[in-house]
Nanobody
Framework: QEQLVESGGGLVQPGGSLRLSCASS????????VGWYRQAPGKQRELVAE???????????DYADSVKGRFAISLDNAKNTWYLQMNNLKSEDTAVYYC????????????WGQGTLVTVSS
């Protein structure tokens, strides 16, 4: 089964930018959605951004209200990689960020990356 590996996390000052990457170990056939979630200390994991990879809504995106206008998700099918561009970062964006993918194999299957830490601090 394909594995996901995130990269791009780190320490950034408020107002700065980071780009997270999520690379699949192979082509994910029947890919349905790719997404980014985050989990801050003491909080539940929450959806940050999602992109519909196929179907009539292919290319459509959805964002958490807290990141709209600052974050952007994109997918490069040729590289089996998706990204989260994060601009104007705030301290409340500090969290472990996880990427995921949903694909179809008779049933829907969801896989996750191991997470990458983003710390926004001066």
């Amino acid at each position: 089964q394909e594995q996901l590996v995130e990269s791009g996390g780190g320490l950034v000052q408020p107002g700065g930018s980071l780009r997270l990457s999520c690379a699949s170990s192979g082509t994910i056939f029947n890919l349905r959605t790719v997404g980014w979630y985050r989990q801050a200390p003491g909080k539940q994991r929450e959806l940050v951004a999602e992109l519909v990879a196929a179907g009539p809504s292919g290319g459509s995106t959805d964002y958490a209200d807290s990141v709209k206008g600052r974050f952007a998700i994109s997918l490069d099918n040729a590289k089996n990689t998706w990204y989260l561009q994060m601009n104007n970062l705030k301290s409340e964006d500090t969290a472990v960020y996880y990427c995921n993918a949903v694909f179809e194999r008779l049933a829907y299957i969801e896989i996750w990356g191991q997470g990458t830490l983003v710390t926004v601090s001066s």
